[in-house]
């Protein structure tokens, strides 16, 4: 090639010949090498950075309780000791609290499912009037902060005696939350309404489409549903601060916390990161596994 | 707009709008009871002395007479601002920096992003629990690695928490361990600028720095919008950091606003200013939100984003 493709530049180049092109992109080819480990440098520090307080987190656990004061802290315990993690279990009321951590959560995934199906079909696939306008009304909502109403509830709860048990942590969920809504009907406004349409003209009622046809073909969207509701359940802290009084009630959140202020002369930190590690195992499987579902949730609920 | 009186409404648009009131019945009921009500609720709730124990009782503009002259509560609002003013900014400029490294063609890109995003998924209070032992100042591995691994004069570690602006510096640092979800958006937004732009600005000789600054930064302008205003929204809902490691302090510190609002509502049982001081931060949020809209009219740029 004697001549370079012609631009729409406004500059006058020179016709260019084969050395300097080879130059040229030689000097490219450098310039991306440079460029790669410039961003494998930078990818690679912060992700020593991020993942350092879990690293010592997991090496906390495993000090035994003369080695958590030394200084300078070592990277290593001397003296591993797995038996801390079921000294964890025995010190804390661990199990009581999974045990609670568990049924809310099951509760809310259960109940955020349905009820944001059921939502979502009904914004996504039957077409009635008014109906994009109160969808305006539910991405209006979805921004409105909760603490406006953290007060309000409590009351509202305590005057139906159910403070104290689980069911304001779940019973919301069946009520749908305008956030998934809002990404379910995303996903479901891409199912063609033909398909839909067709099913009406045999005789399909809409509760029959929306088992049959909807929720087979949904279910990447409501796995998503599912993880992120799931997690942010098992993770919750303030609500289980607020609603939860009794110890056998209360979930690993806030347990572990509590229980680590009131006894704080016998919790030794390592057990206190043996503890914490076990909350956490399960989402860091769950996540490494479901990776897809995760970056798909992110992506899905800021496409405004 | 499509007429919603049932008289105007043919026989087929009243079935469907049956049916579709029917289907979305859970998110009305949703909507009044628990978010409706309890705006109106916690107004009303303003006016009035309430322990939660006895019946509330009408005071009037007390509750925001008292309001204004509150002391811990424009410490706890001047603190919750400084956090926001602090980790936003921060915390965008780092997730855009990792959705830029993330976007590079590094063949284990996969591996990176999930070690960066892994932090954003986990809970708050486990990562709060990590923090308090990673700086504590006897033997807590950040002391010591701020303190240049005892090169630096005394090997020491200083208490990060016993000052008020340090403490509020390990609460912004906490916050950046989230960047990864809002990295991911901003990698969404990388991938879909067209790599056309990027081409014709080379051949008119544009340097990779201006074309970063001429191209991908007004490009993303939106998302950094979304990104700005929903990290405000929890930046001004910031509690359980404070609550799990500093208790507020040190002299009221690290004292938020949620966690005075936390306070006064169930350890002073004072639920009628405790609505008050709820109002008030929704107006304060509804505020930046407008403000933030208005002065990115002049810099947000919508076209090209698909």
Known sequence: MSSVVSTTSTINKPPVDQQTVARQRQRRAMTKLGESVVARVILIATCVLFLVPFYWMFVTALKPDAELSIFPPELWPRAVQWGNFLAAVNTFPFWTYFGNTLVITAGVIIGSIISNLFVAYGFACIRWPGRDLVFYIVLATVFIPLPVALIPLFDMFAYLHWTNTFLPLIVPAFFSSSFYVFMLRQFLLQIPSDLLDAARIDGASELQILWRIIFPLARPALAIVAILSGIAAWNDFTGPLIYLQDDTLRTLSVGLETFRTVNSQDVQVNLLMAASLLVIVPTVILFLFCQRFFVRGAILGSIK | ?306
């Open chain 2, 1 to 306: 707009m499509i007429a919603i009186h049932p008289r105007q409404l043919s026989p087929l648009e009243r079935k469907n709008l049956r049916k579709g009131l029917f289907f979305i019945s859970p998110w009305i009921i949703g909507v009044l009871v628990f978010t409706f009500y309890p705006i109106v609720y916690s107004i009303v709730l303003s006016f009035a002395r309430y322990s939660g124990l006895q019946p509330p009782t009408w005071i009037g503009f007390q509750n925001y007479i008292r309001l204004f002259g509150d002391e811990l509560m424009r410490q706890s609002l001047g603190n919750t601002m400084a956090y926001i003013s602090l980790a936003v900014p921060i915390g965008i400029v780092v997730a855009i920096l990792l959705a830029l490294a993330m976007n590079t063609s590094v063949r284990e890109v996969a591996v990176y992003r999930a070690a960066l995003y892994l932090p954003s998924v986990l809970p708050l209070f486990a990562i709060s629990f990590i923090f308090i032992v990673l700086i504590n100042p006897k033997y807590g591995i950040v002391n010591y690695a701020l303190s240049g691994f005892g090169l630096f004069g005394s090997p020491a570690g200083t208490d990060y928490l016993a000052d008020p602006t340090s403490a509020l510096l390990v609460i912004v640092a906490i916050a950046q361990l989230g960047a990864g979800n809002a990295a991911l958006i901003f990698l969404a937004g990388l991938r879909s600028i067209p790599d056309t732009l990027y081409e014709a600005a080379r051949i008119d000789g544009a340097s990779r720095v201006r074309s970063f600054f001429s191209i991908t930064l007004p490009l993303l302008s939106p998302i950094i919008l979304f990104n700005a205003i929903t990290a405000i929204g929890a930046g001004l809902q910031t509690f359980q950091q404070a609550y799990i490691i500093t208790k507020g302090g040190p002299n009221n510190g690290t004292l938020f606003y949620m966690y005075y609002l936390y306070d006064t509502a169930f350890a002073q049982a004072q639920l009628g200013y405790a609505c008050a001081l709820s109002l008030l931060l929704f107006v304060i949020g509804l505020v930046l939100a407008l403000v933030l809209f208005t002065v990115a009219k002049r810099f947000v740029n919508y076209e090209l984003v698909s």
